[in-house]
């Protein structure tokens, strides 16, 4: 008797171009696949170790060979959005989860901003009203922000971004005692 594979094994074994390889799991979302796609492009491999990208072998982790913040904890998503069963939103709210914070962050201050936070959308998608609250409240501390429809846009927000120079530091920190 042969063992049955799930249809993720099965377009893992059947490589990149299997017509099995569509999005990563059935209840995910576009938004979903191409936040997957812009972190595949930003580090050097997935989380697994092994090639199962969803963009092209050459691209992945291109991003860190550009930037190596992008292969760091610096540059990160922030589980915040998803459709969860009502238990889990519940132990996800007493943690602090909260609406409207963006889905991605580079905690790196480039060209006099603290930081960088991206919104995915699909494509045609607005933000909702907690996010232009957010939004809004977080530029006015400093921030920049950018919402994006694709990996590519995405990508080249980052990109942008990261052109900007370095913001200095107006006390270099070299330990906690500093403080």
Same mark, same amino acid.
């Given at each position: 008797m042969t063992a049955? %594979? !799930?249809?993720?094994?099965?377009?893992v074994a059947l490589?990149?171009? *299997?017509?099995? $390889?569509?999005?990563? !799991?059935?209840?995910? *979302?576009? =938004?979903? &696949?191409? /936040?997957?796609?812009? #972190? =595949?492009? +930003?580090?050097?491999r997935d989380v697994f170790g092994h090639p199962n990208y969803k @963009? *092209?072998? =050459?691209? +992945?982790?291109a991003g860190a060979r550009l930037h190596p913040v992008l292969g760091?904890?610096? #540059?990160?998503?922030?589980?915040?959005g998803g459709k969860r069963g009502k238990l889990t939103a519940w132990k996800l709210q007493l943690e602090g989860v909260t609406?409207?914070? #963006?889905d991605i962050a580079l905690d790196m201050a480039c060209g006099g901003y603290f930081g960088f936070k991206l919104e995915m959308?699909?494509?045609?998608?607005?933000? *909702?009203?907690? /996010? $232009? &609250?957010? &939004? @809004?409240?977080?530029? %006015? $501390?400093?921030?920049?922000?950018?919402?994006?429809?694709?990996w590519e846009e995405a990508r080249d927000a980052l990109l942008e971004y990261l052109a900007l120079p370095p913001t200095e530091a107006?006390?270099?920190f070299t330990s906690l005692k500093d403080f």
């Open positions: 049955r %594979m !799930s249809r993720k094994e099965l377009a490589g990149p171009n *299997s017509p099995l $390889r569509g999005r990563t !799991s059935r209840n995910a *979302s576009p =938004e979903h &696949d191409e /936040q997957v796609k812009l #972190f =595949e492009w +930003a580090r050097p @963009i *092209s072998y =050459e691209l +992945a982790g760091t904890s610096l #540059f990160h998503a922030v589980p915040n609406p409207g914070v #963006f959308k699909v494509k045609g998608g607005r933000l *909702s009203a907690a /996010q $232009r &609250d957010y &939004d @809004i409240w977080v530029r %006015m $501390r400093g921030y920049c922000t950018a919402v994006c429809h694709s107006l006390r270099p």
